[in-house]
């Protein structure tokens, strides 16, 4: 019994229907934590007139693949990508289902969303390796984290977490040594 591995906690709402119309945040990292979808840049030029400096997530090609796949499960699904971010080692993915539940397409899971994105970005990685002729790793950790919309103040606080996400990098660096 001591070589069992811990059970793992379900991060999912029991009995709820993540395919109902609604918002979700969406959480997933790269497997071991490691960056590989871009680099934090601070003093970068910024497009904004009011502001001298930014900064940016410079995206690896890697990170470039995963910025192109939120457009084809955004279509793929019928859903709405209210607001998105690829840093170093995770994404965030803030969407909406809003469709009619009379229509004969069956609305998506969440599970299904984030296992479709998973594999089309391992996939397209995957290709790229092949013509190098070099073995690929795994790219996400197992699973991902969620969280249930539940009204307009809560949506507001993701969106300025997703916002700040990449001002907040070294801090969080930080904490996670």
């Known amino acids: 019994m001591e070589n069992e591995l811990p059970k793992r906690k379900p991060n999912r709402i029991p009995n709820y229907d993540y395919s109902k119309n609604g918002a979700y945040f969406v959480t997933i990292c790269t497997d071991k934590m490691r960056s590989m979808f871009g680099e934090v840049r601070r003093g970068e030029a910024c497009p904004r007139p009011q502001t001298d400096e930014c900064t940016i997530i410079a995206l690896t090609p890697l990170g470039k693949i995963c910025e192109e796949h939120i457009e084809i499960i955004s279509e793929r699904f019928n859903i709405e990508i209210v607001n998105h971010i690829i840093m170093p080692n995770h994404i965030h993915i803030l969407y909406s289902i809003e469709r009619e539940r009379a229509t004969a397409r069956v609305a998506p899971t969440m599970a299904k969303i984030v296992g479709t994105y998973k594999s089309l970005v391992a996939n397209a990685w995957l290709k790229e390796f092949k013509k190098k002729g070099i073995t690929m790793g795994k790219v ?12 307009e103040k809560d949506l507001m606080r993701i969106w300025e977490y997703i916002e700040y996400n990449p001002y907040n990098w070294d801090i969080k660096q930080f904490y996670n040594e």
């Open 140 to 151: 996400f950790q197992r699973g991902f984290y969620d969280h249930v919309v539940r009204d």
